[in-house]
Structure formats: structure tokens, C-alpha cells
């Protein structure tokens, strides 16, 4: 058992926050001057490049007979120059395409989102396929489709928290986790897949299909890596048994351009046998804070080098023993980047 908790050196983090406001040509990362890069189009000769998807497949999951259920799809292009599609077909009993209309051109470097759903008509799995045609390089690829068709009257209820989940401001190729959660009511679900959307987004901690019982709940972890500057959002859409499939969650955030500043830390070590040490940062001195490594820090410091210029953040230190048993926080530090 962890019974001490590690202290923040103070006075060290204060100096380490004077040098980085008298000396920043020390502690700023030099800029680049003068770079110039080719770009890089997959279509040789300035001709189009390949035309990718956003997933090779699709599962609408479990939907009543009778009902309607839509799921979108991103096709990209890769290239500089455009590309025409020209066709795009949905076969498979119950499955449909949305509006879409033909032929469809995708610029260089951008993205269109076609529509697709599925109405079973009567129970049981059914099977499709999206065909899309184009004069891409890569021609003509197929997404599956696939779904169940069931008469399911349960009155069983998947609910996600929180409703939506807001990243705040993150600094461009930083990552920010946070929590949710799916709690079953009225009788037990099965969750049996997650699909998402937006740049930057992804959803971990939690294996497909899952079963949760009636009463209860179970976590996953949802990340923001953001790749450019600017606003991103995006959704989570849960596919399961329950009456009220699918069930969503909104995902907000903004990338912005990390500061050429750094923030190193250092704590005292715990005066119980521990293995290593987790930090952690927050916007406000009471939370909530978000862990910084990936893996136990051996060592008593650390430097956050994807904070925000203009930001003030918080940070805590927690010890960890043989067993997994982390300490309480640390009392929180205070770091205001220039």
C-alpha cells in the first residue's frame, strides 16, 4: 500500500518557469527557415491520386424490422488533382444509398461523405456491398455492408455519458484522453460495434461485441490527437440489441499550434517502496486531470513539452506501488506559459 504521496518541488518548478520566461532563445525550439517540401500526389504526372474510404466496412448492427437506420461514409482523395466518380451502387436486400449525386467530383487534398441505410424487411443477417467507380488510380473498390434484421421488443436501453465529451484547446500532435461510459437499463445489451468520425478522434479500452447487464456499465476511453490547427468535431456511434440503437455521442475539440515553450517538473520522491511515478495535468487546480505518460515514470521529473502559450495549467504527481495501488494526488503546481 502506497502511503505517502510525492510533493512537487515548487521552488525548482518556479525556476524552471522563470528561465522559461528570461531565457526563451534557451528553452524555445529553433524555427525552420527556409523548408521547402515536394508534394507528394499519388497520381504521377499530375493525374488523380487514390481515392481511399474511411472504413472497408460497415455493420448497422441490430435493427427492427421495419425501422430505418443511417450510416455515413468519407471518401478522400489523396492526390492534388481531382477525382470524378462516377458510379456508386448498393446491393443487398434492406440496404440502400442515400442521395448522392452523379457523377460526384472529390478535389485534391478534400473529402465528400455519401450516405448509406439499412430497412430490414424481414429477421435474420443480411449482407451487402457499396460499389463505388472512379478514374482514381485505384478504379473501382467495394465496402461491405452488413446488418440484422430482428423483432426485438425488448425494452432495453443503452445510455452513453456524457452526452458529449468537450477537449478544449490541445496543442497540434498532443493527445487528450477522457472517459465515457455505456450503462444498460430495462434488460441486458450487447453492444456489438463503434464507429466514429472526425480528424484526430479515436475510441480504445473496450473490446467489441461487449455485453453489459442490466444496472450496469462499463468504460472506454476516447482520444484527441489533433493534426492541424483549428475546430474538430465528430461523433460515436454505439450499434447494439437495444430498443434504442444507435446510440451517440458528440466529440468537440480544437488543435492549436504548441507553444515553443516547455514545462519540466520535478517531485520528491515517495517515502514508501514504490515502482514509478504518473503526472498529471488540468486547466483548474481542482480538476479534472488528465494523466501525461504513457507508461510509470521511473525517475522524479518530467517535461510537458505540448502546452499552449497564454495557458495556465495545473499539474499533480501520483506514486505507484508493486501491486498497482496509485497514491492520492500530490498537492497541484501551477505553471503559466508566456
Known amino acids: 500500500m502506497v502511503r505517502s504521496v510525492p510533493v512537487l518541488n515548487v521552488q525548482s518548478f518556479q525556476r524552471v518557469l522563470a528561465v522559461l520566461v528570461l531565457s526563451l532563445l534557451v528553452m524555445a525550439m529553433p524555427a525552420c527557415q527556409g523548408v521547402s517540401s515536394a508534394s507528394n500526389n499519388s497520381g504521377n504526372g499530375g493525374g488523380p491520386g487514390q481515392l481511399t474510404v474511411s472504413s472497408s466496412s460497415v455493420s448497422f448492427g441490430n435493427i427492427q424490422v421495419g425501422s430505418k437506420q443511417s450510416q455515413s461514409l468519407t471518401l478522400m482523395n489523396s492526390g492534388t488533382t481531382s477525382i470524378t466518380v462516377s458510379a456508386a451502387t448498393v446491393s443487398g436486400s434492406g440496404f440502400s444509398l442515400g442521395t448522392v449525386s452523379l457523377p460526384l467530383t472529390v478535389a485534391g487534398g478534400q473529402k465528400q461523405t455519401v450516405s448509406m441505410s439499412f430497412a430490414p424487411q424481414t429477421a435474420g443477417p443480411a449482407t451487402g456491398t457499396l460499389a463505388v467507380t472512379s478514374n482514381a488510380s485505384n478504379g473501382t473498390f467495394d465496402v461491405a455492408l452488413s446488418g440484422t434484421g430482428t423483432t426485438n421488443t425488448s425494452s432495453s436501453q443503452l445510455s452513453v455519458s456524457p452526452a458529449s465529451i468537450n477537449f478544449g484547446n490541445v496543442a497540434v500532435g498532443s493527445t487528450q484522453d477522457q472517459t465515457g461510459t ?62 434504442n440503437s444507435p ?85 497541484p503546481a501551477m505553471a503559466v506559459v508566456p
Open 182 to 243: 455505456l450503462s444498460a437499463s430495462g434488460a441486458s445489451v450487447t453492444v456489438s460495434s463503434a464507429a466514429w468520425n472526425g480528424q484526430g478522434y479515436s475510441v480504445s479500452g473496450i473490446t467489441f461485441p461487449v455485453s453489459v447487464p442490466a444496472g450496469q456499465s462499463v468504460s472506454y476511453t476516447v482520444s484527441f490527437t489533433p493534426q492541424a490547427a483549428g475546430s474538430v468535431t465528430g461523433t460515436i456511434s454505439f450499434l447494439s440489441d437495444a430498443s
Open 247 to 331: 446510440s451517440t455521442e458528440t466529440l468537440t475539440g480544437t488543435g492549436e499550434q504548441a507553444s515553443s515553450h516547455t514545462v519540466a517538473l520535478s517531485w520528491n520522491a515517495s517515502t514508501s517502496t514504490v515502482v514509478g511515478y504518473n503526472v498529471y495535468r488540468g486547466a483548474q487546480s481542482s480538476g479534472p486531470y488528465t494523466k501525461l505518460n504513457s507508461s510509470l515514470l521511473g525517475g522524479t521529473n518530467y517535461t510537458d513539452a505540448g502546452v499552449l502559450s497564454g495557458t495556465t495549467y495545473y499539474y499533480v504527481a501520483t506514486a505507484v506501488d508493486s501491486s498497482g495501488v496509485e497514491s492520492a494526488y500530490s498537492t
